[in-house]
């Protein structure tokens, strides 16, 4: 896995154009034959290599800090990485965390320690998908980055908070990468088909709407890109016929080549929690076209169906509650809907308990008042309950006062007694407060005339005795 970028100064396109040299490139995936040789072929990541951009800032001097690269695949991290070493006088060392160990890693650092001490020459040690070391591995590279031995450039798809030790992210420099617009792609794509690294010497042709197809369904993914465009190519070139020598390939023709490709979606990764996010945001917000679009995208991805049910469930308590006492039902019907039909039949399901929980009213009260009550207990002064409401199987508790003072609602013409039922030290507490929309506006209307009656059995007395007086 190791290389050394400056064993070979020839990269891809300074091969000689001989046959056998064509033979040898077209053995290469085509990604890696239209790689950047240079800055200046990079498409996309303006922002980050601009004439203001952070990391473009950087690279005008010869000291080139730790960096930590993040953004999704086929972004370009590779090719920034060795194209960042370029503009520096250090050995480059490449590696890749999926088969590198510890052990190794830190014999090419005693020995960039060594040549650093004897030359005066750094190492950069580019270690790709960095995310895929334990704690314990990234805890090794730190004495050598802190010490200056190697600069190291991480690179990763996973969001460095939550994968990469903080000790590590403080002694670097993060720069986030996003992936690349439609229109950056489609700059890749024809660069391919131009150049002589691809496919210059092939006479085909894509049409604008082909182009913008590929550009599309690769998601941002110039190595998807890449790719699907070599799959093209191939099926053209089993297609083509002697007579055949120049084809203009319409987007109908390039898309029963490549057929369907499932949208990135990783059920393991940050993506999982961004896009289930955007479905709960979504349906909070009563964006009923967007909740349907997020949900497909879980689901089509390949997403446990049941999981998208438990959120569903959640949602219904959380932002719905009692504006509408039927969105949980609806929910748990989804649910067991999934369970009975199973998959892709109980996507329907799912959409119908979707759009019924987007455009619910919507409310909070229920999940604020239970956080006030779970704030309460957590408070560590709990009081008893209060002897009227305790329960009284046995003569022994009956002495002792369990139950005496009970005031059963059924017998009384309103349905409620006049007792309290919370601990003295808590009898002005107010946990759930209904809002005012949908099913809750009736909650708040009955509550209130349960305050009103207590307020006239035990506050309209003294008032009418001191009328009397």
């Known amino acids: 896995m190791k290389n050394d970028l400056f064993e070979n100064t020839d990269g891809p396109g300074q091969e000689d154009r001989s046959d056998s040299s064509s033979l ?25 290599l601009g004439p203001s951009g952070p990391l473009g800032l950087l690279l005008k001097g010869d000291s080139l800090p730790s960096l930590l690269l993040w953004g999704p695949p086929g972004c370009g991290k590779t090719t920034l990485a060795r194209l960042v070493a370029q503009h520096t006088h250090a050995r480059f060392l490449e590696y890749s965390a999926v088969s590198v160990g510890s052990k190794e890693l830190k014999a090419v650092m005693a020995d960039a320690a060594k040549l650093k001490q004897a030359t005066g020459q750094g190492t950069i ?3 790709d998908e960095i995310h895929r070391f334990n704690k314990a591995q990234q805890d090794t590279l730190l004495p050598w980055v802190e010490r200056g031995d190697v600069t190291l450039i991480g690179a990763t798809t996973e969001n460095p908070s939550f994968e990469v030790n903080s000790a590590l992210i403080s002694r670097t420099r993060l720069f986030v990468l996003q992936p690349l617009a439609p229109d950056h792609v489609t700059v890749l794509l024809r660069r391919a088909l131009e150049d002589p690294r691809g496919f210059e010497n092939l006479d085909l042709n894509l049409t ?82 967007a909740s349907l679009y997020w949900l497909g ?29 039927l969105a949980l039902p609806q929910t748990l019907a989804a649910r067991d809907a999934i369970h009975f039909i199973g ?48 329960n009284a199987p046995t003569k022994l508790m009956k002495g002792l006062g369990y139950g005496k003072g009970y005031a059963y609602a059924h017998d009384s013409n309103e349905g409620i007694s006049e007792m309290t ?23 708040d ?11 006239k059995r035990h506050g309209s007395k003294p008032e009418d005795e001191g009328e009397k007086k």
Request: hydrophobic content about 40%; overall charge negative.
């Open 24 to 48: 040898r490139t077209t053995s290469i995936p085509l990604a890696d034959r239209m790689r950047p040789q240079a800055l200046e072929e990079v498409v996309g990541q303006d922002d980050l």
């Open 125 to 127: 040690l580019f270690l």
């Open 208 to 289: 604008e709407d082909a182009l913008t197809m590929l550009s599309d369904i690769c998601e941002g993914d110039a190595r998807a890109a890449l790719g699907l465009l070599e799959t093209v190519v191939s099926a053209f070139r089993v297609q083509a016929t002697d007579e055949q020598t120049s084809t203009t390939l319409s987007a109908e023709e390039v898309g029963a080549i490549i057929q369907s490709r499932a949208a990135r979606y990783d059920k393991g990764g940050e993506e999982h929690f961004n896009i289930i996010s955007a479905l709960h945001k979504s349906m909070r917000n009563s964006d009923v076209q």
């Open 297 to 325: 995208r879980m689901l089509e991805g390949g997403e446990d169906p049941l999981y998208v049910a438990r959120r569903l469930v959640r949602f219904a308590s959380e932002d719905i509650g009692l504006a509408d006492p």
């Open 343 to 390: 998959m892709p039949e109980g996507a329907l399901a799912l959409s119908q308990a979707v759009v019924y929980l987007a455009l619910s009213p919507k409310s909070n009260s229920l999940y604020k008042g239970y956080k006030l009550v779970q704030k309460e207990v957590a408070r560590g002064y709990n009081p008893g309950v209060p002897l009227h409401i305790r």
């Open 421 to 443: 039922c919370l601990p003295d030290s808590l009898q002005d507490r107010i946990f759930y407060k209904p809002g005012r929309r949908g099913f809750e506006s009736e909650l």
């Open 445 to 455: 209307r009955r509550m209130q005339q349960i305050k009103q009656w207590h307020q």
